[in-house]
């Protein structure tokens, strides 16, 4: 069965401080993997997708990066974290080939205070 | 750029009774459209999903599609107070993922 694992789950970081979460996907290839962003009183905010390695697409203009180095592996990064950076950070997946149908599975989520 | 419109609630139910979850969207281009569940501190898990107009039901969920109006709904028979949680509607149309609502927040009351 297909699982999604990300780390950290939780994290305090001061503003200014690089940020790296990772995400990574088993027992599935080739999937499409996403990040978003779920801050406090608003929706699931879209920041990037990938539908293979290296190609990135973003939503959302941010001091935010997206890499995905290899196929079940997808890195959100910040070199300087800002306040509004706040939020709980989601990944998940979907089956590569049913961008119309397909649903998304998500990771456990990182929570992350920027003070 | 998709909208999608749910009421933030709170939508308060008697443990037992039918709860009703309203959705609307504003791209007519979507092609499935889902219900999560997320409760508080966790990630959102799927509850249905839907293609079709009409009702589709799975145990005591369930889902209904009208497209003409842009509408999606669930409904949860003999609520739970495991139930209470926050529900969100999403709708989608291509590679870029799910649009999501805000989230509806249901209360059970025992």
């Known amino acids: 069965s297909q699982t999604i694992h990300q780390w950290p789950a939780t994290l305090v970081q001061p503003v200014g401080s690089p940020l790296s979460l990772e995400c990574t996907v088993e027992g599935t290839s080739n999937p499409n993997l996403y990040w978003y962003r779920q801050a406090a009183g608003r929706g699931l905010q879209l920041l990037f997708y990938?539908?293979?390695?290296?190609?990135i697409s973003s939503e959302v203009p941010q001091n935010l990066s997206a890499s995905r180095p290899q196929d079940r592996q997808f890195i959100l990064s910040s070199k300087k974290l800002l306040l509004s950076d706040s939020g709980f950070y989601l990944c998940?997946?979907?089956?590569?080939?049913?961008?119309?149908?397909?649903?998304?599975?998500f990771g456990e989520g990182s929570r992350l205070t920027v003070l | 750029q998709k909208e999608v419109e749910q009421n933030s609630g709170p939508l308060s139910v008697p443990e037992g009774a039918i709860a009703s979850l309203n959705c609307t969207y504003s791209d007519r281009g979507s092609q499935s459209f889902f219900w999560y569940r997320q409760y508080s501190g966790k990630s959102p898990e799927l509850i249905m999903f839907i293609y079709s107009n009409g009702d589709k039901e799975d145990g005591r969920f369930t889902a209904q599609l009208n497209k003409a109006s842009q509408y999606v709904s669930l409904l949860i028979r003999d609520s739970q107070p495991s139930d209470s949680a926050t529900y969100l509607c999403?709708?989608?149309?291509?590679?870029?993922?799910?649009?999501f609502g805000k989230g509806t927040h249901l209360i059970i009351q025992p």
């Open positions: 998940a997946w979907s089956v590569q080939g049913r961008e119309n149908t397909g649903e998304l599975f």
């Open positions: 999403a709708v989608r149309g291509g590679a870029d993922g799910l649009t």
């Open positions: 990938s539908v293979g390695i290296g190609q």
